[in-house]
């Protein structure tokens, strides 16, 4: 699972931090809660994970309502790790 990072802006070493990710696609919201993050304290700023790239990306290829679209990053990144292998 995700490790922690250096800052791509500044170099500091990030920390990891578990947030909401809010993403806009063809008009639908998907919210991802508790996704991992990493947070710079220097630039106050947070640099998404891989794992959660990941997981918004399998996201996108289910089949959404319209409004909010509302998944656990602890629930869908499984499904969406296997859907990469």
């Known amino acids: 699972m995700t490790q922690s990072i250096r800052c791509m802006h500044c170099g500091t070493k990030t920390r990891l931090e578990y947030q909401p990710v809010r993403e806009r696609h063809n008009g639908k919201i998907i919210l991802l809660t508790s996704a991992p993050m990493h947070f710079c304290p220097k630039c106050i700023d947070n640099l998404i994970s891989l794992e ?22 602890n629930d869908i990144y499984p499904r969406a790790a296997k859907a990469i292998i």
């Open 52 to 73: 959660a790239l990941a997981a918004l990306r399998y996201i996108k290829t289910l089949p959404l309502n319209k409004g909010i679209n509302e998944f656990s990053f």
